[in-house]
């Protein structure tokens, strides 16, 4: 039994957010239905999205819906706050947050309360001084970003198709992605899959007038597979007629043209940046102690140091690798999950007065998808590619995405995109869905370069 009555506050909906949640839900249930303890999860999304499955649901094989997590549904023992929390003073134990009804209520920002925190707000994309990249580039990290730029793929191939313009078509048909690791690597081999398909249907387009450019300041692609891996994707990138650039970077993507370090120019329609991530800004705006990176200095026990009641892991925390001295863990979704669990453990064994445990997982390998039937995978050693891979890739992440709901829907939608053929509908109405009504009404001025009912970038 917990010594006292503890108010627990989560910070983020993610990985390790929703799983620690949903890890206290189990070990203290019989704790929640006495009200002895309480916990309370703030998110800026209601949902949990798993990221590995963003590239296959951008390509079209898997339904948005069934790459997120409905935290009400998954957390229905803890109180679910859709808002913000822009500071904490952990010294006084309270936490400043806005919700989406603060601007309405004119009240401004509250504090909440708590006894302990957990910091999981995960990363936000690291972006560099490019000019033209705020104007113009799409992230490639949440559902809505994947859903949007499979819309804007298949827009520029009706631009491309319906165009005389030749300058136009070359644009509306170059795509470039910035950064070589998982997200920029997989979102760039599911869409020119996608896309390749696509172009069956297009009278006047064909899978070799599309440009594919992929551009990696580094001299290797998915460090997280190996070197050999690595060399293999850069070959199979190129075999599909993609232009993979090494240690090349974007210098400006200004009047939509990708101007690289080597001097190439492309006029383009289209820039994805995946250049990695950083910390979350919220960290900054704490009395935490931080390391040069920014992220939560933690002990191997999933504690913030010289903190007491404040616990981290995932993207925000460095926590201390145990099997390689002297290093922090990855900042991945393996890590993050393992971490959650044990995470729910510590918070559980220190409200009874339990002794704590320590992380312990040795990175076991990685799997990454190249498009439909292609994939690289190193794991255990073992490096696999091709059908196999990509096999491992789908059975890896099907055992691992949350809730036996979404497993079976998941698994229903792969069956069936076995045996009819690929959605190419883009349905971009769907991020201005009042656009057409606005139009209709008068409410915008004609020529308003904000007035696209398709909503196309």
Same mark, same amino acid.
């Given at each position: ?14 990985y /390790? ?22 916990i ?26 069934? /790459? ?45 309360? &708590?006894d ?29 970003? #994947? ?37 920029g ?16 249907? &297009?009278?006047n ?26 060399? &293999?994707?850069?070959t ?27 001097? #190439? ?19 900054? #705006? ?24 404040a ?35 510590n ?40 059908y ?28 069936l ?41």
């Amino acid at each position: 039994m917990v010594k006292e009555r503890a108010r627990i506050l989560v910070v983020g909906g993610g990985y /390790v957010g929703m799983y620690t949640a949903l890890r206290l839900q189990r070990k203290l249930k019989h704790e929640l239905r006495r009200k002895d303890v309480e916990i309370t999860v703030v998110t800026p999304d209601p949902y949990m999205t798993y990221q590995p499955f963003l590239p296959e649901a951008a390509a079209g094989s898997i339904s948005p819906r069934h /790459v997120v997590v409905p935290l009400r549904r998954v957390l229905d023992r803890c109180e679910i706050v859709v808002g913000e929390i822009t500071a904490v003073d952990h010294a006084k134990r309270t936490a400043t947050l806005t919700t989406l009804a603060t601007d309405e209520e004119g009240t401004g920002a509250r504090q909440l309360p &708590y006894d302990e925190l957990v910091l999981a707000p995960g990363s936000v994309s690291r972006t560099l001084p490019v000019p033209g990249l705020a104007e113009h580039a799409i992230g490639f990290k949440t559902v809505e970003e #994947a859903i949007g730029l499979r819309n804007h793929v298949i827009e520029q191939m009706d631009i491309a198709s319906s165009t005389r313009d030749p300058a136009i078509r070359d644009a509306a048909l170059t795509f470039v992605f910035v950064g070589g690791g998982y997200a920029g690597v997989e979102a760039l081999g599911e869409l020119e899959d996608m896309a390749r398909y696509a172009a069956r249907y &297009y009278h006047n387009v064909r899978p070799e007038d599309m440009k594919w450019i992929l551009v990696e300041a580094s001299g290797r692609v998915l460090p997280e597979v190996g070197e050999e891996m690595g060399r &293999y994707t850069v070959t199979e990138l190129r075999r599909r007629n993609i232009d993979v650039r090494l240690e090349t970077r974007l210098e400006s993507c200004t009047d939509r043209v990708a101007v690289l370090s080597d001097g #190439a120019r492309f006029p383009t329609r289209t820039v994805v940046w995946t250049a990695g991530v950083k910390p979350h800004p919220l960290l900054a #705006a704490t009395d935490l102690p931080l390391t040069g990176r920014g992220r939560l200095r933690c002990t191997p026990r999933l504690t913030v140091e010289g903190a007491p009641h404040a616990w981290a892991a995932g993207d925000a925390a460095a926590v201390p690798d145990v099997t390689a001295p002297g290093q922090d863990t990855a900042p991945n979704a393996q890590h993050a999950v393992r971490q959650a669990k044990l995470l729910g453990d510590n918070i559980a064994h220190a409200l009874r007065g339990e002794e704590l445990e320590t992380y312990s997982h040795r990175y076991v390998g990685s799997v990454a998808s190249l498009g439909l039937h292609k994939g690289v995978a190193h794991v255990y050693g073992r490096k696999l590619k091709g059908y196999p891979a990509w096999f491992m890739h789908r059975a890896y992440h099907l055992s691992r995405v949350p809730t036996f709901n979404r497993k079976a829907r998941v698994l229903a939608e792969w069956t069936l995109s076995g045996l009819f053929k690929r959605e190419i509908v883009s349905l971009g109405s769907l991020e201005h869905p009042r656009a057409e009504f606005e139009r209709a009404a008068g409410g915008k001025a004609p020529g308003d370069p904000d007035d696209d009912p398709k909503g196309s970038s």
